[in-house]
Structures are given as C-alpha cells and as structure tokens.
C-alpha cells in the first residue's frame, strides 16, 4: 500500500510590517455565541471586577486527629508506638542511598511529631479564642437585655409604666406605701376644662373655615361661561379693551397702556397718613380713607358678633 501523501495547510502570505501585535481578538474571529461578538461601548469607569474563578476545587480538610479510638494523637501513648526508632542499629556507608534512606525515616518520624504537636496547639488557640469571643458576645447581649432603661427612652416612650387604673380609678384604700392625693378630683376637673376648650376651639375653627369657603366659594370658577366673563372683565373684549387713564381725555386714553397711568401706588407712609389724619393732606382723600377704614371696622365688629365671614361691601356690588 503506497504511503499517504503529506499535506500542509494553505496558509495565505502576508506582509510582515503589516502584522498586528496586539494581544485582543478581533471581533471578527469570535462565534456568534461569543458575549464580545456585538462590540458594546464601555462606561469610562468600569465596575468593580469579580471574584477571580478558581481552577478545580479544594477538598475538605480533613480532622487530623479523628480515628484515634479515644487517644489524643499528641500523647506518649500514641506517639511513641508511632515514631519508635528503628530497631537495629545497622551500619550504612557514608554518601549511600542507605544513608539516605534512614536520614529520611528519621526526618519523618520528626515531622510527624511536631507537626501534630504543633497542630493540636494551633487548633487549641483557635477553640479557646472562639470560646472567648462567644461568652464575650453572650455576656454583652444579656448585660444589653438585662440593662434598664435609660431615663431619656422613659421620658420619650409612646407607652409609660403608669397604672392607668390607679390614675383614673383613684388610690386604693389601705394599700401600704401609697399616700393620698388630696388634689386629684381638682387637677382631673381641670385637664377635662382643657380638654373641653381644645376640642371647642377646633371646632369654632373649623365652623369659621367651613364658613369663609362658602363665602368664597360664590367668586370661584367652575364654568367656561365665568372664565370667559372673567377675562372680559379684567382685560376687556376685543371691540372694548381694558384702557388705563382719564377716560375723559381722549390723548391719555389712546397712549395710555400701563396701570400707572392712573399715577403711582400708595406708599405705606401714605396709607399711614391718611388713617391717622395728618395735617397737610387733602380733605377729600383723609374723608374717603376714613370712610374706608371705619367700613372695615364695622365689618370685622359685625363678623365677631355674628362669628361668620361676612361679605365685603365693593365685592357685593360684583
């Protein structure tokens, strides 16, 4: 049988200088089942990486000292059995692998004792450290349960320790080391006054806000009808527009396109001025601030008695 001829894989040429030396696999080379095949932009700083995954898995340490029947490992009784010398006294060359040979039966049976020595004292520490952090942490967590309660938290609790049959019911007669409070049916008259008067306050509160909303209420806007009077009324109609000014000077009407045209505001001062009378001013101004005054006057005298709101005399006239 002829022999197989040799094949060698075809493999394109390509220009040395041309070669890329970077170690990242290019998208291209990578199966659709690939999580890089779609190429997704990276944040500019990325996560924090995960736990490196580690190759195999380590067994469970075994107990160095079980199947001991009992014994403890680091005992003459089952050390010396254990880690006897050799018998007889046999003569080796020196440099032969006899000599080798007893150098290292001796250097085992040295490192089996101090390694279970060494061991059992390591796992000592260990269990004596951890008996003490656990009764450390038990005592901590009874002293915590056991400890009583701070006067701070007393004072601030929601619920208290007082004996509401006690408080209410009044003292128990011949009860020892209980004293008579002669002042009791006095104090609880008047917390139930207090209480009474909150509760009548809240009332007349809510009554007096129940009372101004409906009285309010006959201004607000429900309906498109109203908010389109309300429009007209405050900018005009398009035929009829709102005009700011004398409406007998014809000049000042058409010009006329700011509120100030009626002059500036009053001041403080002024109001001031003309509700205490001040020498200097206009008669007619200190005649019609008083009449407004004394207006506003009668009108919060006549909603104390009556204990309602009352309407206002220009908003009437709306």
Not at 10 to 23: D, E, V
Not at 87 to 98: L, M, P, T
Not at 286 to 310: L, Q
Request: some cysteine; overall charge positive.
């Amino acid at each position: 049988m002829p022999p197989k001829p040799l094949t060698i894989p075809f493999r394109p040429w390509k220009c040395p200088q041309c070669r890329t030396f970077s170690a990242t696999t290019s998208n291209r080379q990578l199966g659709p089942e690939h999580p890089d095949y779609i190429p997704i932009p990276q944040p500019p700083q990325q996560n924090l990486p995960d736990r490196p995954f580690t190759k195999g898995r380590l067994p469970v340490p075994r107990d160095v000292f079980a199947g001991a029947e009992g014994k403890d490992k680091t005992s003459p009784e089952w050390l010396d059995p254990h880690t006897k010398p050799r018998r007889k006294n046999i003569r080796v060359q020196a440099g032969s692998r006899e000599e080798w040979k007893v150098k290292m039966s001796n250097m085992r049976r040295q490192n089996l004792r101090e390694g279970l020595v060494s061991l059992k004292a390591r796992r000592d520490t260990e269990q004596h450290a951890l008996k003490t952090r656990s009764e450390r942490n038990q005592r901590e967590r009874e002293e915590a349960l056991t400890r009583p309660e701070r006067e701070d938290d007393r004072l601030t609790a929601p619920s208290h320790g007082l004996d509401l049959d006690h408080l209410f019911h009044g003292y128990i007669a011949g009860s020892p080391g209980v004293r008579p409070d002669p002042t009791r049916d006095e104090r609880i008259a008047r917390m139930r006054a207090n209480v009474a008067a909150r509760a009548e306050a809240a009332r007349a509160e809510r009554a007096f806000h129940v009372n101004t909303l409906y009285m309010n209420a006959r201004h607000f806007i429900v309906t498109p009808k109203q908010l389109d009077a309300a429009v007209d009324e405050a900018f005009g109609t398009p035929e009829n527009p709102i005009k700011f000014g004398d409406p007998h000077s014809r000049a000042d009407m058409e010009n006329a396109a700011s509120m100030w045209a009626y002059g500036r505001p009053d001041r403080v001062q002024d109001m001031l001025d003309r509700a205490n009378g001040v020498r200097g001013m206009k008669a007619m101004d200190g005649a019609g601030g008083y009449s407004v005054i004394n207006r506003d006057r009668i009108r919060r005298i006549a909603e104390v008695f009556t204990g309602g709101k009352m309407e206002d005399a220009d908003e009437a006239r709306r």
